[in-house]
T-cell receptor, first 111, second 114 residues
Framework: QKEVEQNSGPLSVPEGAIASLNCTYS??????FFWYRQYSGKSPELIMSIYSNGDKEDGRFTAQLNKASQYVSLLIRDSQPSDSATYLCAVNRGSNYQLIWGAGTKLIIKP | DAGVIQSPRHEVTEMGQEVTLRCKPI?????LFWYRQTMMRGLELLIY????????DSGMPEDRFSAKMPNASFSTLKIQPSEPRDSAVYFC????????????FGPGTRLLVL
């Protein structure tokens, strides 16, 4: 079992709909959770970080964390073609700033 | 802020040659990470430094790979000798203890070993 798992996709969502991306992790001691977006041929960039159970909203993006079930999700409302990218989930297990990365989910927003 | 700077952006070399990748982290950041990304293996952590000291190099694939950070503003990743299976995108990222663990990535170096 991988430490951080994501569905590789591709996940195809119509423009204007809600895109839901999921990530599960194996280490119950994990403390910090991140969603990065990576456009093709570009470097990863941070979208959201979340540290406590519940929802965290930033514009069209909402991160959800459930430590009991060991999953973190990212919702993208009113999806736009510009949201088409690979979304990487990353988890920090402790205090050493080392992130464990998922393989990423490719999201395609269809106009 | 100029962000994380990497050079070269593209490198094409022949098997057996030495390759040196360079990284300048964001000023004031005290953590520096070297990653390798391929379609098959995704994003892999190779090594990371804290205050110029290597903390964990368990991700370095073999002795052909070495990394140094002689000062707070410069790091190198060297492959000697290079092999075709080393072909990948190599990213450098940095963060600060005050940055809530957010890692900022450089543009990457696309390495092709023929």
């Amino acid at each position: 079992q991988k430490e951080v798992e994501q569905n590789s996709g591709p996940l195809s969502v119509p423009e204007g709909a809600i895109a839901s991306l999921n990530c599960t992790y194996s280490d119950r001691g994990s403390q910090s959770f991140f969603w990065y977006r990576q456009y093709s041929g570009k470097s990863p960039e941070l979208i959201m970080s979340i540290y406590s159970n519940g929802d965290k909203e930033d514009g069209r993006f909402t991160a959800q964390l459930n430590k009991a079930s060991q999953y973190v999700s990212l919702l993208i409302r009113d999806s736009q073609p510009s949201d088409s990218a690979t979304y990487l989930c990353a988890v920090n297990r402790g205090s050493n700033y080392q992130l464990i990365w998922g393989a990423g989910t490719k999201l395609i927003i269809k106009p | 802020d100029a962000g994380v700077i990497q050079s070269p952006r593209h490198e094409v070399t022949e098997m057996g040659q030495e390759v040196t990748l360079r990284c300048k982290p964001i000023s004031g950041h005290d953590y520096l990470f070297w990653y390798r990304q391929t379609m098959m293996r995704g994003l892999e952590l190779l090594i990371y430094f804290n205050n110029n000291v290597p903390i964990d190099d368990s991700g370095m694939p073999e002795d052909r790979f070495s990394a140094k950070m002689p000062n707070a503003s410069f790091s190198t990743l060297k492959i000697q000798p290079s092999e075709p299976r080393d072909s990948a995108v190599y990213f450098c990222a940095s963060t600060s203890v005050y940055g809530q663990e957010t890692q900022y990535f450089g543009p990457g170096t696309r390495l092709l070993v023929l």
